[in-house]
């Protein structure tokens, strides 16, 4: 029996490499727990992951950074864990998501900003391209109890106040994922409810419905142009839309599951999509077809090209990959991280990954630079890169952070749960 026990102790530990795709350039070691967001800085030499703070709080060192490049980790933000991480468009804020609490980092420091408390379920976070906004989408249930609501909020960065809000009044609703456009005049989201909106991004006024998906809606992304807006459901397709008109435009088929997460490339010519089938797919825009499928294991759940749109990185499991945006070919991977988002920092210098805690990376050197040791479902950074949002389902707060120092800057409070953020690359 002991024999047996350890026979199936080591067959575990090499599976991965069994079935391994490529031979990596290099592995991405440092997260105790799993990881569960990455994020890219905008000028794409630094990555950020978040990572879990186990299922005991054990792990305190959750958000790093890490240089895109060379692997090495660049500095370590304490925290309690966190869902998901995004960078500002400037790359000096790093936003985190922490059980329900958006939290705010200096990316360079790793000093904590503020945190943004909203007493709610947070999904989704998204930066307006001037910085001066932030979005979180979620559930409007307080603490748990009771029906959900999808809700949305607008928060002032600098100051910390909330500017909208808005509840959708249908039970056992979501917002899973919010977007601005380009110009920063609309924000998007989709949910539990197979609905997209698009919404006034000041007042939050209700601008347009799409309807379509016969299933949850998981990701929506805008092209870069801001006509276009791609939309990822457990229907398994993928949708584009005309922003300006509403008409449905085409749909993708391919993914043999849900589709969890989608994102165009900075030049508008690729759409990269994950789902449940452990597969990333790269489609032509130009074509409509579906230029590569990379098969996977496990699925993907966060998919972020780097700001050059060179690299694409994604989660699979408990680990961070990064890939050829062209080609697919696998540069590397950040083992032992199980992160729910990935942001790059606006000048791409830092990749922000969330989970149980936050972790901002060098893409370079593969070094953390930060751990914010906070709980996130999703980072964003400010487009100055000089903040980091992130939310804390513990103790129902949105968090600014300093991005360099790693410090907090403003809490966020608020008595509408929310459940999700996501932040423009």
């Known amino acids: ?90 790359g000096q804020i790093l936003a985190t998501l922490t059980s329900g609490d958006i939290q705010l980092w200096d990316a360079n420091t790793g000093r904590r ?63 899973n994922s919010v977007a601005f456009s380009p110009d920063g005049k609309t924000l998007a989201s989709g949910g539990w409810d197979y609905t997209i909106r698009l919404w006034d991004a000041n007042t939050l006024e209700l601008l347009n419905t799409f309807e379509g998906h016969k299933s949850v809606v998981n990701s929506v992304a805008f092209s870069p142009d801001g006509k276009t807006l791609a939309s990822g459901s457990r229907d398994d397709t993928i949708r584009f839309w005309d922003v300006n008109t509403g008409t449905h435009k085409v749909t993708l088929s391919g993914h043999k599951a849900e589709v969890r ?44 090209f780097s700001p050059d749109g060179k690299t694409l990185a994604h989660v699979s499991g408990e680990a961070i990959y990064l890939r050829d945006a062209v080609s697919g070919q696998f540069i590397y991977s950040i083992l032992r991280h199980r992160a729910t988002g990935l942001a790059f920092s606006p000048d791409g210098q830092t990749l922000a990954s969330g989970g149980n805690r936050v972790i901002l990376w060098d893409p370079v050197t593969r070094h953390h630079k930060q751990i914010l040791n906070v709980a996130s479902n999703g980072v964003a950074f400010s487009p100055d890169g000089q903040i980091l949002a992130s939310g804390n389902f513990k103790d129902w707060t949105l968090h600014l952070w300093d991005a360099n120092t790693g410090k907090i800057k403003k809490t966020l409070t608020s008595p509408i749960q929310l459940s999700g953020y996501t932040v423009p690359i």
């Open 1 to 90: 029996m002991k024999t047996t026990l350890i026979m199936l102790f080591l067959f575990t530990l090499l599976l991965p490499n069994i079935f391994a795709e490529h031979s990596p350039h290099f592995l991405i070691e440092g997260h105790r727990g799993g990881v569960t967001s990455v994020a890219f800085s905008p000028d794409g030499q630094t990555l950020a992951s978040a990572g879990s703070s186990g299922l005991f709080g054990q792990y305190t060192d959750t958000i790093r950074l890490w240089d895109a490049k060379t692997g090495v980790l660049k500095s370590v933000f304490v925290g309690d864990g966190a869902e998901s991480v995004a960078f500002s468009p400037n």
């Open 113 to 175: 900003i503020a945190t943004l408390a909203d007493q709610s379920f947070v999904n989704s976070v998204a930066f307006s391209p001037d910085g001066k906004t932030l979005a979180s989408g979620g559930s409007g249930t307080g603490h748990g109890y009771g029906p959900h609501y999808a809700a949305l909020q607008l928060w002032d960065v600098n100051t910390g106040r909330r500017i909208a809000a808005t509840i959708l009044r249908e039970e056992d609703s979501f917002v």
């Open 261 to 304: 997460s989608v994102a165009f490339s900075p030049d508008g010519q690729t759409l990269a999509s994950g789902g449940g089938t452990s597969t990333l797919h790269l489609w032509d825009i130009a074509t409509e077809k579906n230029r590569k499928i990379i098969s996977l294991d496990p699925p993907v759940s966060s998919v972020v």
